[in-house]
């Protein structure tokens, strides 16, 4: 087992107990909780928290100083997932090979069950006894803004509207600029912050980061046509039948993965202006550029 998967598989583990632990300690027993419980059970690669603690790790600092922020990270990324699935949205049966949360227990209840692990996000970054109150009003400012009405949900909001539609490569860059990018760049950004990086370092960083997130996306939507249904969990195809723009769909299949390779080299070269292309994130970046789910 190379480095990083001994990293990755380490730090997933890490991350699934604590993520587990605050679900358990900030809430009442009962069908919200196993709801909450439900999903971030359901698995994942927990891609975005093992970016922060990547970020750490390429800084030289000890990974214990980034875990809420993770598990918050991660939290609000499973309560998009939930209402993404909802049938006013995606309208999906099916995520990471299970049930959806909607279709598990109820509409409502998976409505509910995002809203409290998004709220729960926040409390959980701002009782992190190792973080300092400066650290925590940036962190939380800087997640409020990723996810929130200019980032995530944004993102999601011109993704719907783009459906139906034939829309040019710059407009599709920028819904996944923001609505899968968001995030990634808030991990890159808040690992390298706690990790103690100067402010042209962070600026090199978040180059990486908005390259990763169109990597990531490109390669979801090349697995989309040419993937295994199992391996990824959902229907191969989905994309086609829901009407959306990809990268498949506007440049080919061959112009997709070119398209690709030239933002791993923008990745990696911000990496090496950034003096930190030694690191696990460059490893990570070829993994997902190369990822079969």
Request: charged content about 25%.
């Amino acid at each position: 087992m190379g480095s990083l998967e001994k990293f990755v598989e380490k730090n997933k583990i890490l991350i699934n107990d604590y993520l587990e632990m605050y679900i358990q300690e900030y809430t009442r027993e009962g069908r919200l909780r196993e709801a909450m419980l439900y999903s971030i059970r359901a698995g994942g690669k927990r891609l975005r928290p093992i970016l922060v603690l990547a970020g750490l790790e390429a800084f030289d600092e000890d990974i214990a100083k980034g875990i809420s922020t993770a598990c918050a990270l991660e939290m609000i990324h499973t309560y998009s997932l939930i209402h993404d699935d909802l049938p006013a949205m995606d309208d999906d049966d099916l995520r990471r090979g299970l049930p959806t949360n909607h279709k598990k227990f109820d509409e409502a209840t998976a409505i509910l069950a995002g809203d409290a692990l998004l709220t729960l996000s926040f409390q959980v970054l701002s009782d992190d006894p190792l973080l300092s109150d400066r650290e925590k009003v940036y962190l939380i400012n800087q997640l409020s803004r990723a996810s929130g009405p200019k980032g995530m949900v944004n993102g999601q909001m011109l993704d719907m509207e783009s459906e139906n539609s034939r829309i040019s490569l710059e407009e599709l860059e920028y819904v996944h600029n923001n609505k899968t990018g968001q995030l990634l760049r808030f991990a890159v950004l808040a690992g390298s912050y706690l990790g103690g990086a100067v402010e042209q370092e962070r600026t090199e960083m978040l180059k990486m980061a908005k390259a990763l997130g169109l990597i990531f996306q490109i390669q979801d939507d090349i697995l989309d046509v040419t993937g295994d249904a199992e391996a990824i969990g959902k229907p191969v195809g989905s994309d086609v039948s829901n009407k959306k723009s990809t990268y498949p769909k506007l440049l080919g299949l061959d112009g997709a993965v070119e398209q690709k390779e030239r933002y791993v080299h923008i990745a990696k070269q911000a990496l090496q202006n950034a003096a930190v292309e030694d690191s696990l994130l460059s490893e990570l970046i070829d993994y997902l550029s190369q990822r079969s789910n």
